[in-house]
Structure formats: structure tokens, C-alpha cells
């Protein structure tokens, strides 16, 4: 089991803070997508803007009017849906 945490803060709104980030699998003005420890994530808003990530220390930013955040299920590889 991993020591990592995974945790999502945000303040007023707009102001987003996510740890236990593995990566982001894109960003737009208004959708961010995020692998986490703890599966997918999704983040809709409007001017959104990625302000760090640290995938050393699993660490993401961002801002803008966030609307939205949104746990969303992985979706199995071809091959594994293939083999099944």
C-alpha cells in the first residue's frame, strides 16, 4: 500500500489544490483531466489555468471559476477488454 494521500482543497471557488496527482492527461480553459492515486478526475469550469504540478510530490494547482469535480472510472485498455 502506498503512503501517498490523495486530497482536493479548494478555496472560494477558485482556487484548486489536488495532492496525489500521477499525472494530467489534459487541460483547457474549461475541462482538467487528472489521474490520481484514487482514479480519474475531472474539473469543469471557465478561464481554468494550471498553476503547478510537481509530479515528484504529486502536487497540482490551479485556478479559475471552478464548477465542478468529478471522480470518473478508468476505462480498461483495448487489449485488456480484447482478452477478457
Do not use: W
Request: glycine share 6%.
Amino acid at each position: 500500500m502506498s503512503d501517498a494521500l490523495h486530497c482536493i482543497e479548494l478555496k472560494d471557488a477558485k482556487d484548486l489544490s489536488i495532492t496525489g496527482v500521477e499525472f494530467v492527461q489534459s487541460a483547457t480553459p474549461t475541462s482538467i483531466v487528472i489521474n490520481t492515486i484514487c482514479g480519474g478526475l475531472v474539473v469543469k469550469g471557465k478561464q481554468l489555468h494550471v498553476e503547478k504540478v510537481d509530479l515528484e510530490l504529486k502536487e497540482f494547482l490551479a485556478s479559475g471559476k471552478i464548477e465542478e469535480i468529478k471522480y470518473v472510472p478508468a476505462k480498461k485498455s483495448f487489449l485488456k477488454r480484447l482478452l477478457k
